[in-house]
């Protein structure tokens, strides 16, 4: 079945390696701009209030200063519909933006930010779920009738006699806890908008384009007036993807000070700048019948949103959709809502906010598994997707390998020999999920462009709007062109970064970037490929549909002899009469909105060790298989899978943005429990390939995949390992030390 | 983060800088590794009008077996100078775990003894920016009169949080304490007192030059454990330190000091008398860990709750007997 | 009157520089000499991507004053590799695929560095430990940890 392709499948290094292993590859903090000033912003020191006074005097004499502002040099700047960039009246979080100073050292930034004095009257704030949805709660915002920011409901089937049906029914209540992204770039961003007409931003970002027309939206500029320039982006994992107040404070003192503004946080700023993964309380019910098959499921979900909605709607949508993705149920019914509170704005961490979602509704199906004598493998398996599936809710799928991963993950971590026989406290569990590469939801259109122009010798520019943030991305679009035009990648390079020369695309999220600018990128590959045939064609005396495009080699499929080399053809073409120049452009949109065409599926195993006197987890191993259509590169592949592992133990096991009054008390990457080497599990990857119709080369994404299928394999491991199932995420000690006491009271009442 | 503003001399000299810290007072800290106080620094609750820069000050940077008994440590000497001494290994082996498992290999790279002596303790409501302080009520800590750790407390419950303080303690360690014109030596066990704000008995114009330790205690069995749920670069959640000395009569005595639960380092008494009485049974050492969580004090609910540290000291007290009492086929009566 | 003139010595460049007290090495190498290969992250020491090497051993830049290093000797990241060639780990840093987004690859790779150098031969244990203080969120450290094994392993090592 797999085709053979020279560069595609090829364990690739990295294109930018030398760059980024030299310490050469520019970050946006290594930038430095003429006349550029440093800003510092100051934040409310309350969760909720009215601003009373705001002092700016003795700020505004500090030597070196060059602009202060507060909401009467920003008023009518929203980041989102219910937030102002700098507060007028009222303050939502401890954190919220109040005022900013732009300064030509740091030093003098930071003495004039300490001088601002605010005067706040404090209101009661709430802080958890309870309160804001309790009856009499103070509405937070105006414009709305309660503290509900958002809710979706999604209906399938008959749910009802769906649950009527079935044998066993049984209704399961999950907490889980906020965590933060972690990456190693921390925010920041220069912005220039010290030029008439024009506005220049430096960050990093997944996505050059939403950066752009949200910059161009609140200023009320057009987006041709906005350059945004994300040259490397230190990890994204879904924390960057949206305008920030930051970068709004930054191009408002650059107004006013007439200079370029940098503005990068402090590693203690940065837990609350980045909108990464609040607290959820969810309600999983489910369906089954004896022998396993899964009827139905229903799921009630809360998810904190913190004091500002922004985007964080985009977690309800993946969540409800992905609710009927991976099991053949005949009903579903979701309703999830985001409640404002005065914590911290949250967004999620990496893994479409799905990470909290499976967490939960694996260990209700592993307690369903477990009340109906079944193997959980087997429950998965049973009630697994497969290809030319269609869902309820109208997914379909071109390719799966779901059961696939099921089975090889099994075979190799040897399930069958382990569940059920492992001597106590130590426990195996499996995770199932699914992934959508690409897709519509924020647009009507999911575009990606991609344009490549061939220089004399045969070198390739290839020129997209995909950011890379590590996951290798440009290095898979040069694999890609490289592939269909018979050349290498290391003949390529990568011109992205700029959106004053980028082409249009979306940006890197919601897993788009293999699938949907891999798409453009082979269209505009093939659209070179064919002026380069034409010219060959002519010199071969063949037919341009003869020949073949290999190893930097043009020749005739029926005549091998009949070659050319590809920098020959190349330099022909432009040194004709006609003296062309070759250009290749495409660009792909998915047709679909269902929401995409591809779906990547993995199976996880973990095997844990628990200590039962301190409560602590070891992850021994994890084996790891993903169904990403076609491995472009394999090496990169793995690297995701990784990666991905890694964080997704991190936010089981370890870690926990504590909450206290409004604040982050662990607020730091040393108490804000990352871990390290020593906790890496030994990894075993599987990479299936199924081959998808629809993406390039059949390649469908891994970008966030495996992630969501890791926090439940743990968790199932741990709750098998101690015999009981547990509910709040993450797994700390404490709480399987909790899992265990419950465990043994519920023995001594049997 | 950048530093606070602040003024620089390097004294090149021990006495020069005891005379400074005479002339300085409070207002004048010492900088030798910086992974403690110039972090602190950062956070704005350390703001020196004078740092003293004490790297490499060669009274500070020796390691010497002395003619008195005793293993002098410079103050000064790195973490990862102690890790890769021999001869401390060797003779020393649960202070040589201990002082590996301090932080990273960067952090004991620039660490110096003398600076995890005087570790500062932490706390959630104090290792913080002054902005995220500026959200609640001034703390003990920071001159207020607040416990953000436990409430209407009169004093700062910070934790201790050194890892070569309770294995020092356990060993019989003593510190050289060295003010203009003095020198006393104070048994590291009574170096502490329980209190997060004043955690040593260090006054502003002094410091250690050197630690000693009685070589004698080579002979005896040591323990150290330090649960964490990182490893290679973690602070502790609970600590232990033991020691199980024989001295000659059959009898042996017996040692153990918890660290990183309180603002300072736990001597265990009425734990040790459980085994001094009963002897390592499996049942003496049982009710040992039982009582170890009745010596423990006011406990907070820093970085883990108060009732998870009564557990872990109870699991490190029955953790520590039976890594002391192991002997190779090993035969306790019930 | 605050500002001091200190020499030091930076990938065997020798420098003159004028600092404040109050600077730290990461600060004064990034700002002051342009060299920006080594980067700022936590700031309190915990995540590893400010390392340079002193005297043969991995140092936090960021907890380290300028000032105190008057007359010392510091490498960075810019200062492994020439023209011709990559130094080993790099190589197998981008051959074992342990570079993603290449923000905490320089530290990382300056404390696989400082190991080597003293440890040609660590076991995994050893490598663990001297990279525990690094943070990748990336990678996992997974690929990262095999290139430095690789990398010191004497069959591996290429000249």
């Known amino acids: 079945m797999a085709e053979k392709y020279n560069v595609i499948g090829r364990r690739q290094t990295k294109l930018d390696g030398p760059l980024k292993a030299t310490g050469r590859s520019p970050f946006t903090e290594d930038v430095v701009l003429p006349g550029m000033l440093h800003g510092k912003i100051v934040r409310s020191t309350i969760p909720r209030g009215r601003i009373v006074k705001i002092d700016t005097t003795r700020a505004e004499r500090v030597p070196g200063v060059k602009a202060v502002i507060t909401h009467k040099d920003s008023a009518g700047i929203m980041v989102g519909p219910d937030q102002q960039l700098l507060c007028d009246e009222m303050v939502y979080y401890i954190g919220d933006e109040v005022a900013a100073v732009a300064a030509t050292d740091e030093d003098a930034a930071l003495e004039a930010a300490e001088l601002i004095k605010v005067d706040y009257e404090p209101l009661p704030a709430l802080l958890t779920m309870e309160e804001a949805t309790a009856p009499g709660a103070p509405i937070l915002h105006q414009y709305f009738d309660d503290n509900y920011a958002d809710e979706k ?161 985009i977690q309800l949508i993946i969540v409800a959709s992905t609710l009927q993705m991976l099991y ?11 409640v404002y509170t005065n914590n911290v704005p949250y967004f999620f961490h990496h893994g479409g906010g799905l990470v909290p979602s499976q967490f939960a509704l694996g260990q209700h199906l592993y307690a369903v598994a477990q009340d109906i004598g079944l193997d959980p493998l087997d429950l998965h398996y049973k009630n697994a997707v497969d290809k030319g599936y269609t869902t309820i809710g109208g997914t379909h799928y071109a390719s799966c390998g779901l059961k696939e991963c099921i089975e090889k993950t099994s075979r190799k971590s040897g399930w069958k020999k382990k569940y059920g026989k492992l001597p106590p406290y130590r426990g195996i569990g499996i995770g199932c999920g699914v992934m959508s590469s690409g897709g519509k939801g924020l647009f009507q259109h999911d575009t990606s462009a991609a344009f490549l122009k061939i220089a004399e010798d045969g070198k390739l520019s290839l020129f997209t709007g995909l950011p890379d943030m590590g996951q290798g991305s440009h290095t898979t679009m040069a694999m890609i062109a490289a592939e269909t035009l018979g050349i290498e990648a290391d003949d390529i390079t990568v011109i992205s970064g700029d959106t004053d020369i980028a082409p249009f695309d979306v940006g890197a999220f919601s897993q788009r970037g293999t699938f949907t600018t891999g798409n453009a990128v082979k269209n505009a590959s093939l659209d070179a490929k064919q002026q380069i045939a034409k010219t060959a064609a002519e010199k071969l005396q063949v037919k341009p549909a003869s020949l ?71 992850l021994l ?96 491991a741990v709750s098998n390992a101690i015999g009981y199932t547990l509910t709040e995420f993450p797994l700390t000690p404490e709480r399987v030390l909790e899992g265990i006491r419950k465990r043994d009271k519920e023995k001594r009442r049997v | 983060m950048r530093l606070p503003r602040f003024g620089y001399i390097k004294p090149s000299s021990i006495e020069e800088c005891l005379n400074l810290l005479q002339e300085y007072g409070g207002k004048a800290r010492l900088l030798a590794g910086g992974t403690d106080l110039l972090i602190n620094m950062k956070y704005r609750v350390a703001s020196p009008e004078l740092v003293m820069g004490i790297k490499g000050l060669p009274e500070l940077s020796q390691i010497v077996m002395d003619d008195k008994g005793y293993c002098s440590i410079g103050a000064g000497i790195t973490l990862s100078e102690i890790v890769s001494h021999k001869q401390i290994a060797s003779d020393f082996p649960a202070f040589h775990k201990a002082v590996q498992s301090v932080a990273s290999k960067h952090i004991r790279n ?36 607040e416990c953000h750790a436990i409430k209407g407390s009169p004093r700062c419950h910070a934790i201790n949080s050194s890892d070569t303080v309770p294995v020092l303690i356990a060993l019989g360690a003593r510190v050289k304490v060295v003010r203009k014109g003095q020198e006393r030596i104070v048994q590291l066990k009574d170096f502490f007192q329980d ?75 009425k734990t040790v008398l459980v085994i001094a009485e009963a002897g390592f049974t499996d049942a003496a050492v049982e009710r040992a860990a039982l009582t170890a969580r009745s010596e423990l004090g006011a406990l907070t609910n820093l970085f883990t709750s108060a009732g998870y540290k009564r557990h872990l000291a109870e699991v490190l007290v029955k953790r520590a007997l039976n890594e002391l009492n192991e002997l190779p086929g090993k035969n306790r009566s019930k | ?137 990336c990678t996992g450290h997974i690929k990262i940890m095999e290139a430095v094994k690789k990398a010191s392993h004497p069959a591996g090592e290429k000249e």
């Open chain 1, 153 to 313: 409901v999604v209906n399938y089937g008959d749910v009802d006699r769906a649950f009527a049906e079935s044998d066993h029914v049984r209704t399961d209540e999950f907490e889980t806890f906020p965590s933060h992204n972690c990456f190693a770039e921390l925010h920041g961003t220069i912005v220039d908008y010290s030029l008439p007409g024009k506005l220049a931003i430096w960050t990093p970002s997944q996505t050059a384009i939403l950066i752009q027309k949200g910059m161009a939206q609140s200023l009320g500029l057009s987006e041709s007036q906005v350059r945004v320039l994300n040259l490397n982006t230190g990890g994204a994992f879904s924390g960057r993807g949206t305008v920030r107040p930051h970068h709004l404070i930054a191009a408002v003192l650059s107004r006013k000070a007439s200079r370029p503004v940098r503005i990068c946080m402090s590693g203690e700023e940065e837990f609350i700048v980045c909108r990464s993964a609040g607290g959820s309380k969810l309600t999983f019910k489910s369906g089954v019948l004896k022998d396993g098959t899964l009827k139905v499921i229903e799921a009630d979900h809360l998810y904190d949103c913190g004091a500002y909605v922004e985007t964080q709607f």
């Open chain 1, 328 to 338: 053949k149920i005949e009903a579903m019914r979701y309703r999830g809502r985001l």
């Open chain 1, 548 to 618: 073949v495009f290999k190893d930097r080699k043009i020749y005739s499929k029926s005549d091998p002899e009949k070659t050319l080399s590809f920098e020959d053809v190349v330099f022909d073409t432009l040194h004709s009469a006609e003296g062309r120049f070759i250009m290749g452009r495409g660009f792909y949109n998915s047709p679909t909105s269902k929401p995409a065409l591809a779906y990547s599926f993995g199976a996880q195993i973990a095997e844990v060790e628990v200590d039962p006197e301190t409560g602590m987890v070891r």
């Open chain 1, 621 to 716: 191993s994890m084996t790891v298989a993903h169904d990403v259509g076609r491995a472009i590169n394999p090496l990169a592949v793995e690297g995701q899978m990784d990666g991905q592992v890694f964080s997704g133990m991190g936010q089981t096991l370890f870690e926990e943005c504590v909450l206290e009054q409004g604040q982050i008390i662990n607020q730091s990457r040393i108490d804000y429990r990352l871990p390290r080497t020593f906790e890496v599990p030994g990894m075993e990857h599987i990479i299936v390939e199924t081959n998808d119709p629809y993406g390039p080369f059949g390649a469908k994404e891994v970008g966030e995949g495996p992630i969501a299928c890791n926090p439940h394999a743990i968790a199932g």
């Open chain 2, 110 to 145: 620039m660490a110096t003894l003398g600076g995890n002596i005087c570790l500062d303790t932490r706390c959630w409501y104090y290792n913080k920016s002054k902005w995220w302080r500026d959200a609640r009520e001034v703390c003990h800590k920071m001159g207020g009169r």
């Open chain 2, 195 to 269: 209190n997060g704000a004043r955690p040593t008995v260090l006054a502003p114009e002094e410091m250690i030059s050197a630690v000693l330790i009685p070589r004698e205690a080579s002979s005896a069995r040591p323990a150290f454990i330090k649960i964490a749920m990182r490893k290679g670069i973690d602070f502790s959640m609970g600590s232990i330190a033991g020691l199980l000395a024989q001295n000659g009569k059959g009898a042996g005595e017996l040692r153990l000091v918890l660290n990183c639960i309180g603002s300072a380092p736990i001597t265990l008494k």
């Open chain 3, 1 to 137: 009157m605050e500002m001091r003139i200190i020499s030091l010595t930076v990938n065997d460049t020798a420098y003159e520089v004028a600092v404040k007290p109050w600077q730290t090495l990461l600060e004064v190498i990034r700002d002051e000499l342009g060299l920006t290969g080594t980067k700022r992250g936590c700031e309190i020491g915990t995540c590893g991507v400010c390392t340079v090497i002193i005297d043969g051993k991995a140092i936090l830049s960021c907890l380290t004053l300028a000032l105190e290093c008057e007359g010392r000797s510091i490498t960075t990241i810019e200062g492994i590799s020439t023209a011709e060639s990559l130094h080993p780990l790099q190589k197998s840093f981008i051959e074992n695929g342990a570079v993603q987004c290449g923000y905490c690859t320089p530290g990382i790779i300056m404390t696989g560095k400082a190991l080597l150098d003293e440890n040609p031969d660590p076991t995994d244990d050893e490598i663990k430990e001297a990279l525990a203080g690094t943070f990748c969120r």
